[in-house]
């Protein structure tokens, strides 16, 4: 089954508990294969698994978007110890170059944790492209084989606080499933983590731009107010990852108050917007109605409906953030059961944010929807020419609208990249749905 002529990846099964499954992952697979694979592994096995493969890093990677770890982190420590521990079919994996690990969670595993959390995210350099690390160097995945790697040993099966190099139980079966529960944990809390501070940085470029134009005082106030919650979320984040525990000095509370505030003030908008929606609807509207309740929607700077909705997605991205660092928070009080008490926590609070989510892209269907009219008095017989520009500009506008909407597949997997450099450190770039 193996072809020589390709180059060959190696691929790690990991679990988060010791569990029973058949033998169906002994041989070299094709990417197609594996896919289906984890698939099966999913749907059969009471615990979660996921794939881990080692690729050669690209040359023309993009580390911008990355979260560094230092190589005492717990995610380093036990990406290194994983490689030690299990022998690979291609050498030792990453001992002296850097390596691109990619850990993919299979759908089934991925929408108990990422719904309302990683959504795609449109590429600027390409139109359909989404963004993600591997993007660029797909053409190495697709034309690889997938090595399973010898399971003989596991790694640490205990929480986020667990010791690191404490060798685990062997594997559960012949499959060679690597009990990993710390490292897939922090795989997922750090890809999702990086995920939404990506979003936070393109929606913070938007409405920086936008209030360049508008002027707006109150809307100044709003945006400096979310981003100033950054600092303690970054501090936060960093005493986490190395297995600390957040004390009120970080000031997150704080923080927490203030995007609470702002979501809740995106909420109120979002209600008007509907509200207004609902008044339209069968029946064409004018642009002076429209321009009444969503102001500044034709002007093709943004506008201010433009800038509220910017400040929605910012509000929204940094709550993922916090909901992401109180999740693990939540699954380092409970040692043994770490990354199911995770997803247990994001969902506690996530459903809050999907709705909103939805909320914002119905209107924004709805507007793209339209049917605009222009603005009638007594003596009108025909158009002029500056009416015509004038709904065709607005009409293509809200066209555009319809376009920014980000639809989540619930069957997708989501892939997590990890950049280890030969000092073990690692960069996390984002969480991505593939």
């Given at each position: 089954m193996t072809n020589s002529g390709l180059?060959?990846?190696?691929?790690?099964?990991?679990?988060?508990?010791?569990?029973?499954?058949?033998?169906?992952?002994?041989?070299?697979?094709?990417?197609?294969?594996?896919?289906?694979?984890?698939?099966?592994?999913?749907?059969?096995?009471?615990?979660?698994?996921?794939?881990?493969?080692?690729?050669?890093?690209?040359?023309?990677?993009?580390?911008?978007?990355?979260?560094?770890?230092?190589?005492?982190?717990?995610?380093?420590?036990?990406?290194?110890?994983?490689?030690?521990?299990?022998?690979?079919?291609?050498?030792?994996?990453?001992?002296?170059?850097?390596?691109?690990?990619?850990?993919?969670?299979?759908?089934k595993v991925a929408s108990e944790w990422s719904s309302g959390l990683v959504k795609p995210m449109a590429s600027k350099a390409a139109a359909g492209g989404i963004y993600g690390a591997l993007t660029k160097s797909s053409g190495i995945a697709a034309q690889a084989t997938f090595i399973p790697v010898a399971g003989g040993k596991a790694a640490a099966a205990g929480a986020v606080g667990g010791s690191a190099a404490t060798v685990g139980a062997t594997a559960a079966t012949a499959t060679a499933l690597t009990v990993a529960a710390p490292l897939v944990l922090m795989a997922v809390a750090v890809g999702v983590s990086a995920h939404a501070e990506q979003k936070r940085q393109q929606a913070i470029e938007k409405i920086t731009s936008l209030l360049e134009k508008l002027h707006d005082d109150a809307l100044q106030q709003e945006r400096t107010a979310l981003n100033g919650c950054r600092s303690a979320i970054e501090t936060a984040t960093a005493i986490l990852l190395d297995q600390g525990r957040i004390g009120a000095s970080v000031g997150l509370g704080n923080a927490?108050?203030?995007?609470?505030?702002?979501?809740?003030?995106?909420?109120?908008?979002?209600?008007?917007?509907?509200?207004?929606?609902?008044?339209?609807?069968?029946?064409?509207?004018?642009?002076?109605?429209?321009?009444?309740?969503?102001?500044?929607?034709?002007?093709?700077?943004?506008?201010?409906?433009?800038?509220?909705?910017?400040?929605?997605?910012?509000?929204?991205?940094?709550?993922?953030?916090?909901?992401?660092?109180?999740?693990?928070?939540?699954?380092?009080?409970?040692?043994?059961?770490?990354?199911?008490?995770?997803?247990?926590?994001?969902?506690?609070?996530?459903?809050?944010?999907?709705?909103?989510?939805?909320?914002?892209?119905?209107?924004?269907?709805?507007?793209?929807?339209?049917?605009?009219?222009?603005?009638?008095?007594?003596?009108?017989?025909?158009?002029?020419?500056?009416?015509?520009?004038e709904l065709l500009h607005t009409s293509h506008l809200l066209h555009e609208l319809g376009n920014e909407i980000s639809i989540e597949d619930p069957r997708a997997e989501v892939a997590i990249e990890m950049l280890r450099a030969p000092n073990g450190s690692v960069t996390v770039f984002p969480a991505h749905a593939i």
């Open positions: 180059p060959a990846v190696p691929v790690w099964t990991l679990t988060t508990q010791e569990v029973n499954v058949p033998e169906i992952l002994a041989d070299a697979v094709s990417p197609e294969r594996l896919r289906e694979l984890r698939g099966v592994l999913a749907a059969m096995a009471a615990a979660p698994i996921v794939t881990l493969e080692a690729h050669p890093a690209p040359t023309d990677l993009d580390r911008s978007t990355g979260m560094p770890l230092d190589a005492a982190s717990p995610l380093a420590t036990h990406l290194s110890n994983l490689i030690k521990q299990t022998s690979t079919p291609v050498g030792q994996a990453g001992a002296s170059s850097e390596t691109l690990y990619r850990m993919v969670v299979p759908a927490v108050h203030t995007i609470n505030t702002a979501v809740a003030q995106a909420e109120h908008r979002l209600q008007t917007w509907k509200k207004a929606l609902k008044r339209f609807q069968g029946r064409r509207v004018g642009l002076a109605s429209l321009r009444e309740k969503f102001t500044g929607i034709d002007d093709g700077n943004g506008g201010l409906f433009r800038a509220h909705l910017d400040i929605a997605e910012l509000a929204i991205a940094l709550k993922k953030r916090v909901l992401v660092l109180q999740a693990v928070e939540h699954a380092q009080m409970d040692e043994s059961n770490a990354f199911e008490s995770f997803v247990r926590a994001i969902k506690t609070d996530q459903r809050h944010l999907e709705e909103l989510e939805a909320g914002i892209a119905e209107v924004l269907t709805g507007l793209s929807n339209l049917e605009l009219d222009r603005a009638r008095g007594i003596r009108d017989v025909v158009f002029s020419r500056g009416e015509v520009d």
